[in-house]
């Protein structure tokens, strides 16, 4: 191809400046978050990707000549979107042979909804266990925290072992209730 061919290749290919595509950036954040959100499942992370996008065009790395810009800022978000599921992805699956515990807090923490509505469910469960009769709430808490049968809750509390079993269960369905509440 000759020069001056490219060059009227190139005066034929819309410029696109980097204030015109954050603009369509900003034109179009509901519609990006809403193809990132797909891919990473939580509004906070496809928050993140539509950020990163928009830093990717401020920082230069996106392309400057592109014919609808539109199009091109839907597939970096929904590229993003996918390269973020699959890391996270790949993060669960690495630490599933560890602690349970640590596992579960490393996935729930990624996702900051996700943790307000585990904070919001624990405190509903609080205030259920809480508003326990002592007895109820003492039975509930060996059993179900600490591991005691309730053959021996029955004796420390000189009770029943039936008795224990209607208290734990009393407690049960007041923590049922409470997360019932919050949803």
Request: hydrophobic fraction near 45%; charged fraction near 30%; charge should be neutral.
């Amino acid at each position: 191809m000759t020069h001056a061919a490219h060059a009227d290749i190139e005066a034929a290919t819309p410029r696109r400046s980097t204030r015109d595509l954050i603009a369509t950036v900003e034109r179009l954040r509901p519609q990006l978050t809403a193809i990132a959100r797909r891919h990473v499942g939580c509004m906070f992370l496809a928050e993140d990707v539509v950020q990163d996008a928009a830093l990717r065009v401020l920082m230069g790395e996106a392309a400057e000549e592109i014919g609808t810009p539109e199009a091109y800022l839907m597939r970096m978000v929904r590229n993003l979107a996918i390269d973020r599921a699959r890391r996270r992805g790949f993060e669960t699956r690495l630490f599933t042979g560890e602690d349970e515990g640590l596992a579960c807090a490393a996935s729930c923490a990624a996702c900051p909804d996700k943790t307000l509505e585990g904070c919001e469910a624990l405190k509903a469960v609080e205030r259920a266990i809480a508003g326990l009769p002592e007895t109820a709430r003492t039975a509930f808490t060996l059993h179900r925290i600490e591991g005691v049968p309730q053959k021996e809750i029955a004796k420390r509390l000189g009770l029943s072992p039936a008795r224990i079993c209607g208290l734990v269960r009393q407690a049960h369905e007041a923590c049922d209730e409470a997360l019932a509440a919050t949803s």
